[in-house]
Structure formats: C-alpha cells, structure tokens
C-alpha cells in the first residue's frame, strides 16, 4: 500500500511539471543576434506559451538549406523562484523562414542539430520585438542628441567677455 501511495505522490509532482515543459509556458526568450547588444529578453506570450511556436518538430527536419540568412539565437527559459532555468536553445531564421534546434540544455532530444521549416505564427511578434529594441536604441541616441544641442546653445549665447 505504501508503494502504491509512494507511487501516487511521485506522478502528481513528475506529471505537471512535465506537461507544463512540453507546452511551453516559458518565463521569457532570449536573443542574441545581428543588431542586438548584449541579449535581448522577450516575455510576449505569443513567443512563449507554445513549445511549437518557432517550428512544429513533429512533422520533420528537413535538409540543410544553402544560405539559411541572417540568423537569431534564441534561449527559451523558465524562472522557478529564483532559479533562472534555460532550457533549450535553437536558431531563428526570420527572414528566410527556417529553423536550426541546438537542443536541450540538459539534456537530448530527436530534434538536436536538425533544420526545420518555421512557422509564420513567430514572425510578426519576433520582429516586432526587434523593432521595439531598435526603437529604444533610437530614443537614447536622440536624447543625447537633444542635450548636446542644448549645451551647444546655451555655451555660443553666454556673454562675450569685453576686451580690455
């Protein structure tokens, strides 16, 4: 009876954890990539809810394209408390609509170093969120310009000292 019980608890921990890990639901996407410094961390659902959203695994690689373009990384993560957990990482190719599954963090998969068709659902909200970056690069970019044209008027219409 205790093995029974023992057995109960175990699936109800394992079960949950595993289908919220096959549906998705992760806490943010990482990208690295052409035109982004650093890293740039999306939280929109429409990147992260579904584990299929970048390319449906399931219905096949396909061959290695010839020139697959300008590619993305893309680190998909989950947040437990505060273990910042990635866990898988893959590359995006928005502009040429494919896609390349580096695999599981910790661990393997079928899906690992094979190429996919992706799907048009990614597009739209992960260019929008490069756009948003690109954006906010402009904004700081024209701030500063803003504060040095102040400086650059305030310095040339201060009173000119007389000669002696």
Partial sequence: MRKIIALFFVLAVIVPTAVAFAKGDFAYIAIKGPGITGELN???????????VFADFSKGSIEAPLDPGQGYQVT??????????????????????????????????????????????????????LSEKARLSWYTF????IILVIVFIAYHSKPKAAAA
């Fill in 76 to 129: 998909r993560v989950y947040v437990d408390g505060t273990d910042v957990l990635p866990f898988d990482q893959l590359h995006y190719y928005p502009y040429t609509g494919y896609v390349y599954y580096d695999g599981l963090v910790n661990g393997s998969s079928e899906y690992v170093g094979k190429w996919y068709l992706a799907n048009d659902a990614a597009s739209a909200p992960f260019r929008a969120a």
């Fill in 142 to 145: 024209g701030v500063l310009a």
């Fill in 42 to 52: 999306v939280t929109n659902p429409s990147l992260t809810e579904d584990f299929f």
